[in-house]
């Protein structure tokens, strides 16, 4: 069984830590976020509400996990850009 650390670990400048676990739910938010812009956190929901009514419990549990990781990797896009 897999076990996923807290996604409120955070280092001194503010960015996520990603330890190696984190690091295929990592690539896959910011692929969607590359295919879907600013619908990304949508299309993830979508697609864990599609493979939870399909039977795939797993698939659903995955994208449950990359949305909120989508929607926090665009907070911290948005605000480097407001920043600089």
């Avoid at 956190?41 to 697609?47: D, F, K, L, P, S």
């Amino acid at each position: 069984m897999i076990s996923f650390k807290p996604m409120d670990v955070v280092s001194d400048d503010g960015d996520l830590l990603f330890t190696q676990g984190y690091a295929p739910i990592y690539r896959a938010a910011n692929l969607v976020i590359d295919e879907f812009g600013e619908h990304a956190a949508a299309y993830a929901g979508e697609r864990a509400d599609y493979l939870h009514r399909e039977g795939d419990v797993l698939g659903a549990a995955a994208w449950r996990c990359v949305a909120p990781l989508i929607e926090e990797l665009q907070r911290m896009r948005r605000s480097n850009k407001a920043a600089n």
